[in-house]
């Protein structure tokens, strides 16, 4: 199956910035949607970014846009995914998670969980006023 390893986070004052990275391996579509979803203590989970593997297209929730960045390198046999996030806020503390849906073209429903059956371990971002 799918294998996604995760990278980055870590703590930042406000207005700073850090970048996540997400590698993925075994899969076998060359279009897949991948992303990243985020998680505050005490709140449900919710999409951030993600990116369709083939062609690129990008979509952002509207809390992020205009400060974070999704990107991806497929030049290798792993599909690396990376989020830049730029000033950041202490609103954007919270556990990242790389996610994947093998094939899917993100669309519309982008931020919907349950279109994405492979999950990263997570990794927290601190943002301190």
């Known amino acids: 199956g799918v294998q996604l390893v995760e990278s980055g986070g870590g703590s930042v004052q406000a207005g700073g910035s850090l970048r996540l990275s997400c590698a993925a391996s075994?899969?076998?579509?060359?279009?897949?949607?991948m992303g990243w979803f985020r998680q505050a203590s005490g709140k449900e989970r919710e999409g951030v970014a993600v990116?369709?593997?083939?062609?690129?297209?990008?979509?952002?929730a509207d809390s992020v846009k205009g400060r974070f960045t999704i990107s991806q390198d497929s030049a290798s046999a792993k599909s690396t995914v990376y989020l830049q996030m730029n000033s950041l806020k202490p609103e954007d503390t919270a556990t990242y998670y790389c996610?994947?849906?093998?094939?899917?073209?993100?669309?519309?429903?982008?931020?919907?969980?349950?279109?994405?059956?492979?999950w990263g371990q997570g990794t927290q971002v601190t943002v301190s006023s």
């Open positions: 996610a994947f849906a093998a094939g899917l073209w993100c669309g519309g429903s982008w931020s919907r969980e349950g279109n994405f059956g492979y």
């Open positions: 990116i369709y593997t083939s062609g690129g297209s990008t979509y952002y």
């Open positions: 075994g899969y076998s579509y060359s279009g897949n949607c």
